[in-house]
């Protein structure tokens, strides 16, 4: 069964530290990757998806198949990252599997 | 504007009403979604459709039902709320085809007293 794990409930940073989000994944499929954010008072949103191998507002994050990850990294934290963060792995179907999330809070 | 909408953002109702929690999109799209989330939890599947008159149901066992009559609309209806059906109802739509963004809405949440 297909089942996403971020480890952490609560994250904080400080302002300009790097910042990871822990995301582990068990699926027999081959997996597909993805970020969601919900900030303060706006709706759960697309941050990244595995496949484009994108970098968006300074996130990456890599698929680590030998390792069932896809942490979120971001190399200088910025005020404006707090928010709660999800990860979610896309089956077969093309349904979505979430994590429980991670709330990160960046201390000024 | 194109947006996907919810209505009511809250709703406090008593055990036993029959209630319908709408959710419409201007999206164009052709897949919709209703995740159920308690607080503190994952977000959980409990309906999607790809189309007109095509249901189906997620990995979470809901006692609510959907229909999809029209492209733009998938009501999620309750036919005797109970306090266990308190919690965060999100809908959501994306075009066919694979590693399609998922957009949401703002949500309804839900508590039944």
């Known amino acids: 069964a297909q089942r996403v794990t971020q480890p952490e409930k609560l994250l904080s940073v400080f302002k300009g530290a790097p910042v990871e989000l822990k995301c582990n994944y068990s699926?027999?499929?081959?997996?597909?990757l993805f970020w969601y954010v919900q900030y303060s008072r706006q709706r759960l949103q697309l941050l990244l998806r595995h496949i484009s191998r994108e970098s968006i507002k300074g996130f990456t994050a890599d698929l680590n198949k030998g390792e069932t990850s896809f942490h979120l990294k971001k190399p200088f934290a910025q005020e404006e990252d707090s928010a709660m963060y999800y990860c979610a792995l896309q089956t077969g179907a093309n349904n979505l599997f979430f994590g429980t999330g991670t709330r990160l809070t960046v201390i000024p | 504007e194109a947006d996907i909408y919810q209505t009511p953002r809250y709703l406090v109702i008593g055990t036993g009403k029959k209630i319908t929690l709408e959710c419409s999109q201007t999206m164009g799209h052709d897949k919709m979604y209703w995740y159920q989330q308690d607080p503190g939890m994952e977000l959980h599947l409990i309906h999607y459709?790809?189309?007109?008159?095509?249901?189906e149901k997620g990995d979470l066992s809901s006692e609510s039902t959907v229909s999809r009559i029209r492209t733009e609309h998938f009501p999620l209806t309750l036919e005797s709320a109970r306090p266990s059906h308190t919690s965060q109802y999100l809908c959501?739509?994306?075009?066919?085809?694979?590693?399609?963004?998922?957009?949401f809405g703002p949500g309804t949440r839900l508590t039944v007293l």
């Open positions: 699926y027999s499929g081959s997996p597909e």
């Open positions: 459709s790809y189309g007109v008159n095509s249901t």
């Open positions: 959501a739509s994306s075009d066919t085809g694979r590693h399609n963004e998922q957009f």
